[in-house]
């Protein structure tokens, strides 16, 4: 009995510590993630179980910075640019054996982003996206079992983003004082894809430190290679007039603490760290792109019962800083330096219901 109340609060961790990792404004452009914390659940799987959950995700940025430095005045006189991104992730896991799981996740997207200076700088109008965006398959293989698992564990996994979400979604702009209905490509924080081909590398664990306290962590960095992938940007200038294929990297970690005392319950705290970064580790970095990076707090809640499991996850924002871009280099000179901005929210809501569907005995078994 001790062992499988063991067992059920180890499952309820990796429950609620497995979620998708999305920046929270124009920097992390999508909700690219790492592969375990994609669908996190396969991680608690035996062997022939599978496991089929959803991760919806909202958050609304408005907040615009340079650098680190906050600029309220575009709050404060009305010409702040304001994005409402939800994603929705169908997820399927497998575990092929107690250690080795693999990983499909298809996500959805629908995106608001409203502005002024995109349309005629004087009136406030809407563009939108959505639809299938890019998919990620892969997986992950846990370093231990047996009696070297009893305290925790870390897999290590590998996997792909393939460009099936629409890199180059057009809606209806307003130019001109004529207010002239034109169709053109939308901004890179609400395309569906990047149109690249990315290799995923990711880690994640939990280790239980002390009665039903765990210590968790994951983290993921995406490899895009791909340069650039021909969309228009629609901006003035010529380095900038294609958007960047990027990169992009998370980590997380916190503790996680089961209560004994109301079963199946479970909280969370900790820290997270995602952003894209100024430069690709492979391949060029040129076009337009929003480098940066969030650092968040991320309380959540977690309950169980049965096999499903429900986890609400609000990383709160502390620390934000839109970097330098390799074109804000290139288009500075020693007498002015180019820094572009980007809007971030000041909270992200992600919420992931999980099914995990146990192998079924052999009849044999279940008539004795």
């Known amino acids: 009995m001790k062992n499988h109340i063991l067992t059920s609060i180890i499952a309820l961790a990796m429950l609620a510590v497995g979620q998708d990792a999305m920046a929270q404004g124009c920097v992390a452009i999508r909700q690219f993630s790492g592969l ?4 996190g659940q396969g991680n608690i799987l035996n062997q022939g179980e599978w496991n089929i959950s959803t991760n919806y995700r909202y958050f609304k940025s408005f907040r615009h910075f340079r ?28 575990a092929f054996t107690e250690r080795l799981y693999g990983i499909v996740s298809l996500p959805f997207q629908y995106n608001e982003r409203s502005s002024l200076y995109e349309h005629n700088r004087e009136d406030r109008h809407t563009t939108y996206s959505k639809g299938f965006s890019d ?21 290590i996994g590998l996997g792909l983003k393939f460009p099936t979400g629409d890199y180059a979604a057009t809606s209806t702009f307003y130019k001109g004082e004529d207010e002239v209905p034109t169709e053109l490509t939308v901004d890179q924080s609400i395309q569906l894809g990047d149109g690249g081909t990315g290799l995923i590398v990711d880690f994640q664990g939990l280790w239980n430190i002390g009665s039903t306290n765990f210590w968790y962590y994951d983290g993921f960095y995406m490899f895009n290679p791909k340069e650039t992938n021909g969309t228009p940007t629609n901006r003035s200038r010529p380095n900038e007039a294609i958007m960047s294929v990027p990169d992009q990297f998370a980590v997380r970690t916190g503790v996680f603490r089961s209560f004994e005392k109301i079963h199946g319950l479970g909280a969370s ?4 760290f995602e952003g894209i970064p100024v430069r690709d580790a492979f391949g060029g970095s040129d076009g337009f792109r929003r480098p940066g990076y969030i650092i968040s707090v991320e309380p959540g809640i977690t309950y169980m019962r049965g096999d499903v499991t429900g986890t609400l996850n609000v990383p709160i924002a502390l620390f934000r800083n839109r ?8 288009n500075s000179t020693p007498e002015r330096e180019v820094h572009g901005d980007a809007a971030f929210a000041d909270y992200l809501i992600s919420f992931t219901l999980a099914w995990r569907i146990p192998k079924k005995a052999p009849a044999l078994f279940n008539s004795l």
């Open 67 to 94: 650098g680190s430095h906050e600029e309220p005045e575009r709050v404060e006189n009305g010409t702040e640019v304001i994005n409402h991104q939800h994603g929705l992730d169908i997820n399927v896991s497998y």
């Open 269 to 272: 705290l900790g820290g997270r």
């Open 323 to 330: 970097t330098q871009s390799v074109t804000d280099i290139e």
């Open 135 to 155: 998919m990620r398959i892969g997986a992950g293989y846990w370093l231990l079992s047996g009696e070297k698992a009893k305290k925790g564990n870390t897999a």
């Open 36 to 39: 375990g914390n994609a669908v």
